[in-house]
T-cell receptor, first 115, second 111 residues
Framework: GAGVSQTPSNKVTEKGKYVELRCDPI?????LYWYRQSLGQGPEFLIY????????DSGLPNDRFFAVRPEGSVSTLKIQRTERGDSAVYLC?????????????FGPGTRLTVL | GQNIDQPTEMTATEGAIVQINCTYQ??????LFWYQQHAGEAPTFLSY????GLEEKGRFSSFLSRSKGYSYLLLKELQMKDSASYLC????????????FGRGTSLIVHP
């Protein structure tokens, strides 16, 4: 596609539930990044994929968060036993090749609200 | 680790010029990005500086001084549509080269 797409655009769930957020990167981009952004803050890094593998998952806050990218294109961020503090906008970005010269192109985000 | 500092909010008049500053502290610098983010939308790439000096792109320019840990984004001929948050992000030489973002500067342009 022309840009990074994310679905759903909005997700409301109850505390303790499981959610999946999807990211479809720009075609041909091998690098994929997940961030989350709280109101009034900049994006906070969660995980970075290079192809199918997670090259850096140091930003995942705890083991309730997990992400996959099985075919090196679409990625899914999975959150188990959601908590109210997980409420945020989850942004996905893709880049041509990752690494020290990469530029990230962001999707519109998924707004997650945990009640 | 990094420490990135930007003003929280700025206001300016349509047609004017505004300068948004970003200071940073990092153990190994490998580039600085500026993004524009309208409310409820994705951050949009504006500029990338890795060497000292001024990069001009239309109404927007970005400046970098590595020795001072300092950058600014200059917006000329302000338009109402420039009202947005402007994010500064710094990439380090270590690790996976993932940029770290500042909190953003909310720019309000009024008539």
């Amino acid at each position: 596609g022309a840009g990074v797409s994310q679905t759903p655009s909005n997700k409301v769930t109850e505390k303790g539930k499981y959610v999946e957020l999807r990211c479809d990167p720009i075609s041909g981009h091998t690098a994929l990044y997940w961030y989350r952004q709280s109101l009034g803050q900049g994006p906070e890094f969660l995980i970075y994929f290079q192809g199918t593998g997670a090259a850096d998952d140091s930003g995942l806050p705890n083991d309730r968060f997990f992400a996959v990218r099985p075919e090196g294109s679409v990625s899914t961020l999975k959150i188990q036993r959601t908590e109210r503090g997980d409420s945020a906008v989850y942004l996905c970005a893709s880049g041509i090749a990752g690494g020290r010269t990469d530029t990230q192109y962001f999707g519109p985000g998924t707004r997650l609200t945990v009640l | 680790g990094q420490n990135i500092d930007q003003p929280t909010e700025m206001t300016a008049t349509e047609g004017a010029i505004v300068q948004i500053n970003c200071t940073y502290q990092t153990s190994g610098f490998n580039g600085l990005f500026w993004y524009q983010q309208h409310a409820g939308e994705a951050p949009t790439f504006l500029s990338y500086n890795v060497l000292d000096g001024l990069e001009e792109k239309g109404r927007f320019s970005s400046f970098l001084s590595r020795s001072k840990g300092y950058s600014y984004l200059l917006l000329k001929e302000l338009q109402m549509k420039d009202s947005a948050s402007y994010l500064c992000a710094v990439r380090e030489t270590e690790g996976s080269y993932i940029p770290t973002f500042g909190r953003g500067t909310s720019l309000i342009v009024h008539p």
